[in-house]
Structures are given as structure tokens and as C-alpha cells.
């Protein structure tokens, strides 16, 4: 290599230095040169040796007689280097985020005890859906939900698990590694504490990232759960069956009155409200598929015929009205403003038209 490369050379040319001749080489760096290479060879080949000899160069490293001095040396070098702990920060707090994430994976029943926290979060979550306790799907429902927030914690467990190990692995391993260092170089264990500490917090990050993963699951989840329950009440097939006799059995004027709407939301635990959004969604698709609607109005005409239904409202004809009927209003209000649940109890768009 050329000596004179490393020195800065001015638009005149090369600069001098006092003391140094810059014209010859010294040939006192010719032997330390050949020092510094063979020193790199060594420790280049150091990754071509098997386990036996380097244990045999331990050995007799840590069995000579000058290695107390060489050890002494690394000292006085490290001190004036001052590679030591000269910025080491204090304990740095918990990072807000991680402890949100863990909050929210508690307050779901994914973290912490098992025992109450998924059935409570699935009962929280089938209750804000249903809008109350009556519904008769809800223990369905809530079955669903806990068994699939009982899948999402016990993936996130396992992953939380094996990430435990790989941390823990990796950590033990350089700590050993540290120690082992130590009876050659000078490290103290202040030092291999903070280097515990960059390992974790270098492993914090993927362990954000599973539990950030892990809240967005359980969060489509609830969300779904929520949107699917308010999108689709479907009524039991029970309150089907009476809803859909009466309407057929009153064909000629499917208006009930308000004691008719009453009792039929007795007789299917449902509400007077979606009573009278039944009826109305009901008799728009009885208008838009008539032929349809006609198989339909002859099969319970038929069950009718066939005998009483236990789900009978009291004497009726096709085309008088009942004492549990009112005379249909041209134009009711009923339809005019627009229903939001069909003929099975699910919600629709209030636009979906009106009677005419």
C-alpha cells in the first residue's frame, strides 16, 4: 500500500509535517504491518476451526502465564478509551402503547386469567347487539362468539409463548457468551445487564406487533359479531309461522289494529315495533312477487283447511274484517314511512318503497 495514501494532499502537493520524512518509507512499519496482517489472518481463520481446537486455544490462552498481564493491559485501554457506561441512561419507563395494547387484551379476555374475562367480553358484546337479554338466539350467538375469542387467545398464547422462548434463548446465549468473554476482556456486569436490556428492547418490537395483531382480530371480531346481529335478527320460526297466518288469513286487508299488533308481539316475544315493520315489509314483497305470495297464501290456507292452528288469533275471513283488524288507511302511515326489517325480522333500507 502506498504510504501516502491516508495523508492529505493540497492543490501544491503533498504536505510535510515536522518529524516526519514523508519521502522514505520507515522501515520499522514493514514488520508491524506484517503483525497486523497475520493478527487478521488468525482471527479470519478463527470461523474454519472446529470446536475442539478453539476450546484447546482457550485453554491455553487462559493457561499462560502472561494472560493476567494481557488482561491488566485491556483494562488501561479500556479506561482510556472510556468504552465503559459513560451515557447509560437510567431505567426507561414502559412504553404507553404496549401497556394500551395490553389493557385492551385484558379488558377482552385475551390476556390475563382466563376465567370470566372472554365470557364476560362476550356477553358485553352479544348484549350491546341484541339490545337485550330476550332475544332467543343470543346464547347461540354468544356460544359463537366465546369460541372463537377462545381461538384468537389461544393462538396469541402460543405465539406469546414461543416469542418468551426465542427472547429468553437469544438472551441466555449472549450472557453466556459475555461471561465467558469476561475471563479474556474486561466486561463487568453492569455492562451485561445493559446488554440484556438492548435485547429486550430490541425484541419489544416484535412483541408489539403480536399484540397489536392480535387486538385488530379480536376487534374485526366483536365488529362482525355486532354487525351481523344488528344486520340480521331473523325471528324464530314459531313468530314466523303466526306473523305469516295472520297476514294470509287477513289477505283482503292485512292492516292489524293495535290490540292485533299487541297480542302478536306477545305471542312471538317480539316488539310492537318490529310487528308493525314485519307487516309492512311483508305486504311490499307480497306486491312486488305476487305469484309467489300466492303459493304461499294457499299452503297455509291449506294447513287452515286442515285444522285449527294453535298460533290462531280468533274467528277470521279472508275479506271481512275482525274485531283484531282496522280498516286499511288510504296511504297509511304504516307504509309511508318506510320499514327497515323484512318478512324473517332483518333490517332493510328505510327507502325500500311503499304500498300502492
Request: glycine share 8%; hydrophobic share 30%.
Given at each position: ?99 394500551r ?45 366465546r369460541a ?53 428492547k ?30 340480521r ?44 315493520n ?8 307480497y ?67 311503499y304500498?300502492?
Amino acid at each position: 500500500m502506498d504510504d501516502r495514501m491516508g495523508h492529505p494532499v493540497g492543490i501544491m502537493g503533498q504536505q510535510t509535517y515536522p518529524g516526519l520524512d514523508h519521502g522514505t518509507p520507515n522501515p520499522d512499519q514493514e514488520p508491524r504491518k506484517q503483525d497486523i496482517g497475520e493478527i487478521l489472518q488468525q482471527i479470519m481463520n478463527i470461523t474454519d476451526q472446529c470446536l475442539d481446537e478453539a476450546q484447546a486455544r482457550k485453554h491455553t490462552l487462559n493457561c499462560h502465564r502472561m494472560k493476567p498481564s494481557l488482561f491488566s493491559v485491556l483494562c488501561e485501554i479500556k479506561e482510556k478509551t472510556v468504552l465503559s457506561l459513560r451515557n447509560t441512561q437510567e431505567e426507561e419507563p414502559p412504553d404507553p402503547q404496549l401497556m394500551r395494547l395490553d389493557n385492551m387484551l385484558i379488558a377482552e379476555g385475551v390476556a390475563g386469567p382466563e376465567k370470566g374475562g372472554g365470557a364476560g367480553a362476550a356477553a358485553s358484546a352479544s348484549a350491546a347487539a341484541s339490545g337485550g337479554p330476550g332475544q332467543p338466539d343470543n346464547a347461540i350467538e354468544h356460544s359463537d362468539y366465546r369460541a372463537k375469542l377462545a381461538q384468537i387467545r389461544q393462538i396469541y398464547h402460543q405465539e406469546l409463548e414461543k416469542y418468551e422462548q426465542a427472547c429468553n434463548e437469544f438472551t441466555t446465549h449472549v450472557m453466556n457468551l459475555l461471561r465467558e468473554q469476561s475471563r479474556t476482556r474486561p466486561i463487568t456486569p453492569k455492562e451485561i445487564e445493559r446488554m440484556v436490556q438492548i435485547i429486550h428492547k430490541k425484541f419489544s418490537s416484535i412483541q408489539m406487533q403480536l399484540k397489536q395483531s392480535t387486538c385488530e382480530a379480536v376487534m374485526i371480531l366483536r365488529s362482525r359479531f355486532l354487525d351481523a346481529r344488528r344486520k340480521r335478527r331473523n325471528f324464530s320460526k314459531q313468530a314466523s309461522e303466526i306473523l305469516n297466518e295472520y297476514f294470509y288469513s287477513h289477505l283482503s286487508n292485512p292492516y292489524p289494529s293495535e290490540e292485533a299488533k299487541e297480542e302478536l308481539a306477545r305471542k312471538c316475544n317480539i316488539t310492537v315495533s318490529q310487528v308493525s315493520n314485519w307487516f309492512g315489509n311483508k305486504r311490499i314483497r307480497y306486491k312486488k312477487n305476487i305469484g309467489k305470495a300466492q303459493e304461499e297464501a294457499n299452503l297455509y290456507a291449506a294447513k287452515k283447511a286442515a285444522g285449527a292452528s294453535p298460533y290462531s288469533m280468533g274467528p277470521s275471513s279472508q275479506g271481512t274484517p275482525t274485531p283484531m283488524m282496522s280498516p286499511a288507511p288510504p296511504g297509511g302511515p304504516q307504509d309511508s314511512m318506510g320499514y327497515s326489517m323484512n318478512m324473517n325480522g332483518d333490517y332493510s333500507s328505510p327507502m325500500s318503497g311503499y304500498d300502492s
